[in-house]
Every structure is written in structure tokens, then in C-alpha cells.
């Protein structure tokens, strides 16, 4: 049930010898837990003059007054006891943030002479725990966001009901102001529901409470993908008790024993959650498989979850090589529509995208192709994959049609499932996190998340610009701003079970990092872009002073990303890359480093530095990782001639330069991103024209 507080209003009257009244508020923005005050310059009537609180838009008549008090000429300040006495039967909430007025009426009427406008913001709880439902044998955590003594302050979990006694605490810890991990464990804590109580003083009197609850976990074990192609990396989610032990799990052809000899590839499982099973047997054919999980390294099922295995019918990849110079080839003539162009040396066909409008390809790091890749969106506009002509959804309709027809999105706030090619996620320019649904030719933008604005936020991005959904599709990851504070927070919402993850953003604590204005928008400093890695294990900032971070799911364990520079220095900086899988099923950040050509950073181990991938940058460029399938590549743009092409980068930890080339890029160019399965790659450019074009090359 929701707490209902009294808004206070304290009045301080000031008269003077003006004919004409004025009334201010001391202050354009209050919190609930303040008192407004309030200055009244003029000739009052003197008789039963009144100032009354009002949302803006409301009537002056008495029932919408939600606090108010007389003004008495001969008493210069109103203390909240005398307000007190006043307050009427419509009581202000404390979750009722927004736009408020004071006004002023002389004679006991209801005539306005003068008022006033303020914002009253939503204050957070002081207390809240940071997961609302924990397994058994999970720890817990809560935010403690209010003054403490500081004199022995602490909080402890007792079952619900409980009495404060010594006896019934079944962990606790001393209180400071932030996280408090509530680690010091006195005696397990089995199914049910629970109280996290802060006390002073070494006390226990309680000051604070909140609840939480324990439910009992039942293993199970998912796969990423329902199929897999041939010898393709299986990864699974597992969701359970674990032994601890010598956990692992193995892939097994269908109805085939346990057997070690039936094992085609497996991983030990260090904890609950994604495993690459990158230990490989044998060959993975075309057929029925499982996943199965076994505990203290024993052959004894625990779950298990089936897949296929689809036959390769063909190879649409380009032929694996070294990465050599070639000059641009100014004889492969530039596309039309209806007409491609072979590039005879690369062995692939590129294509003119039929568009209607002068949007160019999406930035790198943003997927254009929907997860069955019979879609591609440019701009506010959907696009047949495969005809490469406008798909009827969007078709024939204005710009400003087009863009409401995709919910709204703010400028690159647009991301696909990666799961079902039906549906997308935009943040829309009123700060609503959308889940849009394609049906028929129509959308669906009804399903809003989370509505960032009227949860005391003025400003979110995803990235800005350069965050992305894990590939398991669960997190997103967004920096944003409060309604009167400048710090960076990032906020981590779930999309799976449709909640925000921490019941509070957590503060990105980065020196200088802050919002800074400009016009009407305003933009994050220091924090170049936040993204979710496609494990959904960690959450990675690009700082444009430090360097590159890796947090864990909580945003903590921050791990500084490091390579050795040409001068020997183990330092760190950020610069134009993207999040994949490398070839051991390693999840890596790829990136371009500052005359140190293209890198990759481990971040299942951040203690392991940089690897070169590519020697030179050959004019820096950008990198794309979402291909989601083809793993173990990521897809690299470059622009200095002789490298002014688009290809796959091996992730193999060498500087071997192994590639797979798609097509040169010609002149100025734009974009570079991947399809889902790397079999297509999608760039804008002149090509030796007035116009810029959009082209998608794939193998021929």
C-alpha cells in the first residue's frame, strides 16, 4: 500500500506600499520532502485573504485545492504547524511528482490575484532491495538512500512478521549510504517472504523497512537457438542449484546414453548462467541433439534441453584469405536498381536498395536486418530483404507517417528482436521504452515497458547511439538523466520478465561524467556509449578520457579493458568497435586502436591484454559484430585506398589478418553493418556520383 503524506506549504508574507500583489515560490523545483515557500510583494485586502496549492491546469474552485492557508497581515511567516491545521481533505500523495501553482485570493473568494508555478519531483524510496525474488542460497543486497546516524547504523534480513530481537536476524551488515550486501550470514534462509530493517545506534529500533522474497529454483537449461548449423557453437542458459562441484554440461545426439564416448562438445559451468560449450569432441552433423547438465562430474542427469543441427546447403561466405592491399576498382561500375554489379576478385554481387527517400545505411552497430533477415530497415522505412524493394508496411506513406508507423523512435533508438522478426524495441521521443509488433502490413505500439518521464527522468538513450539487446534478447542497458540532476545513471531494464532490473539506476561515478545541455537535448560527457555484451553477462562503457570498462550485471566488478601501446605502456583507450564471440567461444570486444590498427579484449578474462587482429587501422573505420550466427568473425570498414573495403575479421587472437572480403566501398561510404547470419553486408556511398545510394553485397 502506498505511503500518503501531507504536502506542506509554508507562506511568508511580505508586505509593501505596490498597489499591484505578486506571489513567487523560493524555488522553481521542490521535492515532496520540502516545504514550499512562498513571497507575497503588494496591498493585500486584509480581509480573509487565502493562498490555496493547485495542479497547473485546474480550476481555482474549492475542490481542487490540495493544501492552502490564510495570509494574515500581522503574521510575516505561517510555520507548518498553522499550515497544518489547513490542510483539507484532498491530501497530496507522495507519488504525485509533476507541474503545481500557488494563488493568490483576496476577500475569501476564488478570484486569482497572482500566482505562481513549481515542479515537485518523485523522491526514490530510502530503502529498497536490489532483487525483489532471489533463489535459495542467493545473497541479497539493498540501496540505502537516506541520512544515517552514523553511529553503528545497520540493517538486517528477519523473516516477515518477526519481532526485532537478535535471535531472528538471519544476515545483516553495518549501513552506509549506497549498496549494503547483506553478507553476514547467521543462519540459512529457506522459502518465504522477508524484512530488510535499518536501524541507528546499534539499536533495534527499527527506522526502515523493506520486503523481499526467497523462491525455490527449478533447474532448467535453454539453449540460445532452437537450431544450429553445422560444427556451430551450442551456448545454453542455465538456470539452477548448482553443486558447486565439477558442474558441467555436454551436447549429446538425441536418445543416445550419457556416456562420455556419446559427448560431441561440453564446458564446466562456473556459475548460473550462459556456457559456451566450445570443448569439442567431434563433428556436429545435421540432426536432433540435447544439452544436458550433470552435476559433481558425474554422468547423473540433472536437465536438459533439445536442438537441431540444419544442414549447410551451400557456402555464403566469401573465400577465407589473407588481407593484402588492392586498389579501388573503378572499372566494377556502380548498381542500379533491378541491375548488380559483380566484383570478379572478391566473387560476390552487390545491390541497389530501391529507396524512397536519402537515409543512408544504419551505423555499424546497429542491426538493419530483422532476425529471419526478410526484412531491413533504413531510416523511419522497411525494405524487402530479398527484392530489395519498400516492403507495403511502410510504402507509400510520408516521412512523418513512416516514423510513427515505427513507433516513434528517437533518431537511433530502434533495435530489432533477435528472436522474433516480427517484433522491435524503440525509445520514442516521449521517453517510452515501446515493444512495436509488425501484423500484416500494420504495427502495434502499444506495449510500452517502462515510461522513463513519469518515472522522474528527463533524458535516456540507448548507447546513445551505440548500445545494444543482448543476442539471448533479456537486457538493454540505457545511461540516463534525473529531472534536476546532471550525474549519468545507467539503468538496467529486463525485457524478458518486462521489469527494470535495479529498482534504482546505478550512479556511473566517472570524474566529470555529466549531462551537459545542449539547446533543447542534452548529452551525456565522458560516457561515450554504454552497451549490454551479447552474453547479457556484462555491461561495457566506452569513457572518451579512460579508456574502456567491463561491469558485471550488477555494475560491479569494473575491469579496465588494457593493451600494450607502441611505446610499451599498458594503458587503455576508447575508439570505434563492437561486442562478438571469438572463434573459442570467448566473448570479446573488437575494436580500433590509435595507430595500433584493430584489437580484441577479452572480457571473460580483462586481466588478459589486447590482441592485435590487425596490424595497421588503414584509415580507421568502424566494426560491426551482429551476426549473431556466424560467430567467431566480426566485420570490419576501412577507408584508406588500397583497404577501402568491408570484410570479416577472424577472431582468432592472431595477427594473421584473416579475412573474408565482401566488396570495396568507393569513394565516401557510409554504414558497414552485417546480416544477422554474415552472410550479407550493407553500405551507403556516391560511388562517382551526386547521389548516395544504398547497396547490400553478398556472395554471387
Same mark, same amino acid.
Not at 490540495?66 to 491530501?91: P, T, Y
Not at 533463489?135 to 534480513?157: A, M, R
Not at 559433481?296 to 592491399?325: C, D, H, Q, R, W
Given at each position: ?354 529507396? /524512397? ?54 533518431? /537511433? ?270 553500405? /551507403? ?16
Amino acid at each position: 500500500m502506498k505511503k500518503i503524506y501531507k504536502y506542506l506549504l509554508s507562506l511568508i508574507v511580505l508586505t509593501s506600499l505596490a498597489t499591484a500583489v505578486t506571489i513567487t515560490t523560493t524555488e522553481s523545483m521542490y521535492t515532496q520532502a520540502k516545504s514550499v515557500k512562498v513571497n507575497i510583494e503588494g496591498a493585500l485586502s486584509g480581509n480573509q485573504d487565502w493562498v490555496g496549492l493547485y495542479r497547473v491546469g485546474t480550476s481555482s474552485e474549492w475542490k481542487n485545492v490540495l493544501a492552502w492557508s490564510w495570509v494574515n497581515g500581522n503574521k510575516s511567516n505561517l510555520g507548518m504547524d498553522s499550515i497544518l491545521d489547513n490542510i483539507i481533505e484532498n491530501e497530496l500523495k507522495l507519488s504525485d511528482g509533476g507541474d503545481y501553482e500557488v494563488r493568490l485570493f483576496f476577500n475569501n473568494s476564488y478570484q486569482v490575484e497572482a500566482s505562481a508555478k513549481f515542479y515537485a519531483t518523485q523522491p526514490y524510496p530510502t530503502l529498497f532491495v536490489t532483487y525483489p525474488e532471489i533463489n535459495i542460497g542467493d545473497k541479497q543486497t539493498v540501496l540505502v538512500n537516506t541520512l544515517l546516524s552514523g553511529d553503528k547504523d545497520w540493517v538486517g534480513i528477519y523473516p516477515k512478521g518477526s519481532d526485532n530481537s537478535w535471535d531472528n536476524v538471519i544476515a545483516w551488515n553495518w549501513a552506509t549510504y549506497g549498496d549494503v550486501s547483506l553478507n553476514k550470514i547467521k543462519k540459512e534462509m529457506p522459502v518465504g517472504e522477508y524484512d530488510i530493517r535499518l536501524f541507528f545506534h546499534n539499536s533495534f529500533d527499527e527506522e526502515k523497512s523493506t520486503n523481499f522474497y526467497v523462491i525455490a529454483e527449478t533447474n532448467t537449461l535453454g539453449t540460445t537457438k532452437a537450431t544450429y548449423s553445422e560444427n556451430e557453437t551450442v551456448s545454453v542458459n542455465v538456470n539452477a542449484v548448482l553443486s558447486g562441484n565439477k558442474d558441467w554440461v555436454g551436447v549429446y545426439p538425441k536418445n543416445s546414453d550419457n556416456s562420455w564416448d556419446n559427448v560431441i562438445a561440453w564446458n564446466w559451468v562456473a556459475d548460473k548462467d550462459m556456457v559456451t560449450l566450445n570443448k569439442v569432441k567431434k563433428n556436429m552433423p545435421a540432426g536432433n541433439y540435447e544439452a544436458r547438465l550433470f552435476y559433481n562430474n558425474s554422468y547423473t542427469l540433472e536437465a536438459k534441453s533439445g536442438f537441431s543441427v540444419s544442414e549447410i546447403v551451400n557456402n555464403k561466405y566469401p573465400k577465407t584469405t589473407t588481407l593484402t592491399k588492392r586498389p579501388t576498382d573503378n572499372s566494377i561500375h556502380k548498381p542500379t536498381v533491378g541491375n548488380s554489379t559483380v566484383d570478379p576478385v572478391f566473387g560476390t554481387r552487390i545491390s541497389m536498395v530501391n529507396k /524512397s527517400d536519402t537515409y543512408k545505411s544504419p551505423y555499424p552497430k546497429i542491426q538493419a536486418w530483422n532476425s529471419d533477415m526478410s526484412l531491413i530497415r533504413i531510416g523511419y522505412r522497411l525494405y524487402n530483404a530479398i527484392t530489395l524493394e519498400e516492403s507495403p508496411i511502410t510504402k507509400g506513406l510520408s516521412g512523418g507517417k513512416t516514423y510513427n508507423k515505427l513507433c516513434a523512435p528517437l533518431s /537511433s533508438d530502434f533495435r530489432w528482436s533477435t528472436k522474433d522478426p516480427n517484433k522491435f524495441y524503440v525509445l520514442n521521443s516521449s521517453l517510452q521504452l515501446i515493444e512495436g509488433h509488425i501484423i500484416g502490413n500494420s504495427t502495434n505500439c502499444n506495449t510500452i515497458l517502462f515510461d522513463f518521464e513519469n518515472n522522474g527522468f528527463e533524458q535516456a538513450n540507448i548507447g546513445p547511439g551505440e548500445g545494444n539487446i543482448d543476442f539471448n534478447e533479456q537486457y538493454i542497458v540505457f545511461p540516463v538523466k534525473k529531472i534536476g540532476d546532471s550525474k549519468i545513471y545507467i539503468f538496467l531494464y529486463d525485457l524478458k520478465n518486462k521489469r527494470k532490473v535495479w529498482n534504482s539506476p546505478k550512479l556511473y561515478n566517472a570524474v566529470d561524467a555529466h549531462w551537459e545541455a545542449n539547446g533543447n537535448y542534452w548529452t551525456p560527457t565522458i560516457l561515450d556509449w554504454v552497451s549490454m555484451s551479447p552474453s547479457g553477462k556484462y555491461i561495457v562503457i566506452n569513457d572518451s578520457t579512460t579508456g574502456m570498462y567491463r561491469y558485471n550485471i550488477n555494475f560491479q566488478d569494473k575491469r579496465r579493458l588494457e593493451y600494450r601501446n607502441s611505446n610499451g605502456e599498458i594503458t587503455s583507450q576508447g575508439g570505434h568497435g563492437d561486442i562478438g564471440f571469438d572463434i573459442n567461444g570467448n566473448e570479446v570486444f573488437v575494436q580500433f586502436m590509435s595507430g595500433k590498427g584493430v584489437h580484441s579484449f577479452n572480457l571473460d578474462n580483462p586481466d588478459e591484454l589486447g590482441k592485435t587482429l590487425l596490424i595497421r587501422a588503414n584509415g580507421g573505420g568502424f566494426v560491426s559484430c551482429r551476426n549473431t550466427i556466424h560467430r567467431g568473425w566480426c566485420y570490419v570498414t576501412t577507408r584508406t585506398e588500397g583497404f577501402r573495403e568491408i570484410y570479416a575479421l577472424k577472431l582468432d587472437g592472431t595477427s594473421n589478418q584473416t579475412v573474408q572480403r565482401f566488396t570495396q566501398t568507393h569513394e565516401n561510404w557510409f554504414g558497414g553493418t552485417v546480416s544477422p547470419d554474415g552472410t550479407k553486408v550493407m553500405f /551507403s556511398n556516391h560511388w562517382g556520383t551526386n547521389n548516395i545510394d544504398t547497396f547490400i553485397a553478398e556472395v554471387e
